[in-house]
């Protein structure tokens, strides 16, 4: 077990880590300039995919930066070099852009890529510390590292080097994301899966529609809505008109709440237009459910019509329906 003075050097030197890393990351941001701008617009017009490599600690960010890429609008995969160099160069094609990651620039496991790249014309954008090493000389353009010092205690272990890649890689994809107008609902597409998916659902994913919807027409009295309402078990119906090719105007709709502050001896007898709340609060059907669900809390209802772009009903979303999936 570790003594309290261990514990105390530790707890110092994860914050002196840190700090030296957050450092780094500064000094990177301050340098940030016209080659940035130059490889999101190389990356940016690129026709095929942005294809990452890196060697050791800088493959595994590499792999990272891909994974980012690829889920925020930009195709992307990594290359192992030392595959690459047993048969994968054949996944780089000339359409796609090579970003190649090596801290000294000198890693020999990348020369074949970048020699392949080289000869077929494939533009080569490089990260490294070192713009005079072997990679910095062969890239197109060069994306350089300041050469602040490691984090580790012994200087070896790459720290800040890493966090910098890293940050460098996310930057270059938000900032692709901010260029080609990536959205929530086309980050949905890439993420269905998982608590992400949920939160990023559309209530078009959710709603009821047709036999599921309790309906009631504009001239039907509260008996047989109760009767609706109690068979569709959604705790509301909605009023509606048809237009003559059965399209559903929504005229108004009736929850429990509305129940209750109508309740007497004669309300079954009631005409469904006299309880009813007109215009009630709507939805899209494109909408994020998670919308839905903010829309609901804020009302205190547990229900929303859904419309389509011509302003025809075309649904209804649940608490429930949100709930069941994950969404709060």
Not at 79 to 91: K, R, T
Not at 123 to 130: C, G, P, S
Not at 132 to 153: K, V, Y
Not at 299 to 308: A, H, N, Q, W
Request: hydrophobic share 40%; net charge negative.
């Amino acid at each position: 077990m570790l003594t309290q003075d261990q514990m105390d050097k530790a707890l110092q030197l994860g914050k002196s880590v840190i700090a030296q890393e957050e450092k780094a990351l500064e000094v990177l941001r301050q340098s940030l300039g016209k080659d940035f701008s130059q490889a999101l617009d190389c990356i940016f017009v690129c026709k095929g995919r942005l294809v990452i490599s890196g060697m050791g600690k800088s493959g595994h960010v590499g792999k990272k930066i891909a994974a980012t890429m690829s889920s925020t609008g930009t195709p992307s995969f990594f290359l192992h070099p030392a595959e690459a160099s047993h048969g994968d160069l054949g996944a780089l094609t000339k359409n796609d852009v090579l970003l190649a990651i090596s801290n000294s620039g000198e890693s020999k496991e990348l020369f074949d890529v970048l020699e392949y790249a080289a000869r077929h014309a494939i533009k080569i954008i490089a990260i490294t510390k070192n713009r005079e090493s072997f990679l910095g000389s062969q890239a197109d353009i060069c994306l350089t590292l300041p050469n602040e010092q490691e984090a580790c205690p012994i200087g070896c272990a790459p720290t800040s080097s890493t966090t910098m890649t890293l940050a460098l890689g996310d930057a270059l994809a938000m900032a692709l994301l901010d260029l080609r107008g990536f959205s929530a609902e086309d980050f949905h597409d890439f993420h269905p899966g998982g608590k992400l998916g949920s939160q990023l659902k559309r209530v078009k994913d959710l709603m009821h529609t047709g036999d599921e919807l309790p309906l009631i027409d504009k001239q039907a009295k509260m008996n047989s809505a109760v009767i609706e309402m109690s068979k569709k078990g959604l705790g509301c119906i909605a009023i509606v008109d048809k237009t003559t090719d059965n399209r559903l105007i929504l005229l108004g709709i009736i929850a429990d709440g509305d129940l209750r502050r109508h309740m007497s001896p004669d309300l079954l007898e009631k005409s469904v237009q006299d309880v009813m709340s007109k215009s009630p609060t709507t939805i899209d059907t494109e909408a994020l459910a998670s919308k839905a669900v903010g829309i609901m809390n804020k009302k205190s209802i547990t229900s929303l019509p859904v419309m389509d772009n011509e302003g025809y009903l075309v649904g209804l979303i649940h608490m429930h329906d949100c709930l069941r999936v994950g969404i709060e």
